[in-house]
Each structure stands twice: as structure tokens, then as C-alpha cells.
């Protein structure tokens, strides 16, 4: 069975401009979470999402955002990006979305802001 | 909100060791203590997990203990392995609350052989 894959895996982009990452969680999986991962603050949890629904958001301004397809692919948006967004950004899925299911992490993506 | 802090940050053991990490947290209401192995260039991967309904879990060489009432849990590796050199994550978070788990910041573990 395929992991969560997570596209692009690097990604540089200028201060000011606008960025999108894609998740494909593993077949069957209906619920994803985002996460930012920074070597000064650690993981953070930004949203998850079920059935193209956010159940949940985290402590992120309002310049990042993110949806869910039907068919459970998940994408985030990061909009007038500051340096401060460099970070490793995780994607994870799980059957459903309880913690009864084990979450699955992708390999996330480096985004690198100049 | 809740806050995990999780210590030492780095733990450097010779093969054949024990190793322990520690976590502490804010919120009582928290009722799933996960532990997380990310190597490098790698995702987390959960290795065990606790309940608070269970004081303690054991698989193989990992064990995870939990103390409610002082609000901490911990990891406890034995017969320590250079595979087992990785960053390893504890978090906190509320069953039905969804998947927003709250990290500590994590603890750099190196095995030498």
C-alpha cells in the first residue's frame, strides 16, 4: 500500500508570494492533518480535515489555508509568505478522524522562503 | 491551550543502554499520549502510544509510562540500537478533539555503537 505522498518535496519561493502544497493521503483514508515542523517551535498542528470539511484549526493567521477533495486529496495555501514560513510542512492521514486510527505522516515538504 | 514540554533534547547512550525521555503537560482534560520516531528525511512514525485509562504499555524494547496525577509520561528504550538514533516526539491531545495533537519539541537521540 502506497504512503502519504506529498508534492512538491522542496519548494523556494520570495517573501510576498503565494505557495500551495498537495497531499494524497493513503487509499481509504478520509481524514488529513497539516502540520508546520520548524527547528525553534517544533511541530505545530495547523488543520484537519474530513470529508472536505476543517473539523479543526490551530494557531496559524489567517494567510494559511487549506481544503479537501472528494476524493480525500488535501491541498494548503499559503498566501504574502514572510521568512518566518520556511519550515518542513507534514501532511498526515488516518482511516477516520479519531485517534482510535493510527495517523500516517508523508515526507513533507520543504518550503524556503528568500 | 495545551502545552508539552519534553526533555532532554538531546540524549546521546552507547549501544546496549537504556535511554529515557521525559514529557510533562498543561492540560488535565489530555487523554492520549502518543510517542512519534522521525529519521531524517522521514515523516513521523508513531512507536506507541498510552491511554490514560493505562499506566503503563510495553512492545518489545518500548515501554511508555504515564502518571496523571503529576501530568507526566515518558518513553523508556532499552537495549539501545544505533537504528534507534532518530528525533523522537512525544505529544498530548484529547481523544475526540480530532487529530490536533500538541508536540513537545523533541529529543535527539544518538546511539554509538
Known amino acids: 500500500k502506497a504512503g502519504v505522498t506529498q508534492t512538491p518535496r522542496y519548494l523556494i519561493k520570495t517573501r510576498g508570494q503565494q505557495v500551495t502544497l498537495s497531499c494524497s493521503p493513503i487509499?481509504?483514508?478520509?481524514?488529513v492533518s497539516w502540520y508546520q515542523q520548524t527547528p525553534g517551535q517544533g511541530l505545530q498542528f495547523l488543520f484537519e480535515?474530513?470529508?472536505?470539511?476543517?473539523?479543526n484549526k490551530g494557531n496559524f493567521p489567517g494567510r494559511f489555508s487549506g481544503r479537501q477533495f472528494s476524493n480525500s486529496r488535501s491541498e494548503m495555501n499559503v498566501s504574502t509568505l514572510e521568512l518566518g514560513d520556511s519550515a518542513l510542512y507534514l501532511c498526515?492521514?488516518?482511516?477516520?478522524?479519531?485517534?482510535?486510527?493510527?495517523?500516517?505522516f508523508g515526507p513533507g515538504t520543504r518550503l524556503t522562503v528568500t | 491551550g495545551e502545552n508539552v514540554e519534553q526533555h532532554p533534547s538531546t540524549l546521546s547512550v552507547q549501544e546496549g543502554d537504556s535511554a529515557v525521555i521525559k514529557c510533562t503537560y498543561s492540560?488535565?482534560?489530555?487523554?492520549?499520549f502518543p510517542w512519534y520516531k522521525q529519521e531524517l528525511g522521514k515523516g513521523p512514525q508513531l512507536i506507541i502510544d498510552?491511554?490514560?485509562?493505562?499506566g503503563e504499555k510495553k512492545d518489545q524494547r518500548i515501554a511508555v509510562t504515564l502518571n496523571k496525577t503529576a501530568k507526566h509520561f515518558s518513553l523508556h528504550i532499552t537495549e539501545t540500537q544505533p537504528e534507534d538514533s532518530a528525533v523522537y516526539f512525544c505529544?498530548?491531545?484529547?481523544?475526540?478533539?480530532?487529530?490536533?495533537?500538541?508536540f513537545g519539541k523533541g529529543t535527539s537521540l544518538l546511539v554509538t555503537p
Open positions: 498510552i491511554r490514560s485509562n493505562v
Open positions: 505529544a498530548a491531545s484529547i481523544v475526540d478533539s480530532g487529530y490536533a495533537l500538541n
Open positions: 480535515y474530513f470529508s472536505e470539511t476543517q473539523r
Open positions: 487509499s481509504g483514508h478520509r481524514s
Open positions: 492540560d488535565s482534560a489530555s487523554n492520549y
Open positions: 498526515a492521514s488516518s482511516l477516520l478522524p479519531s485517534l482510535y486510527y493510527e495517523q500516517y
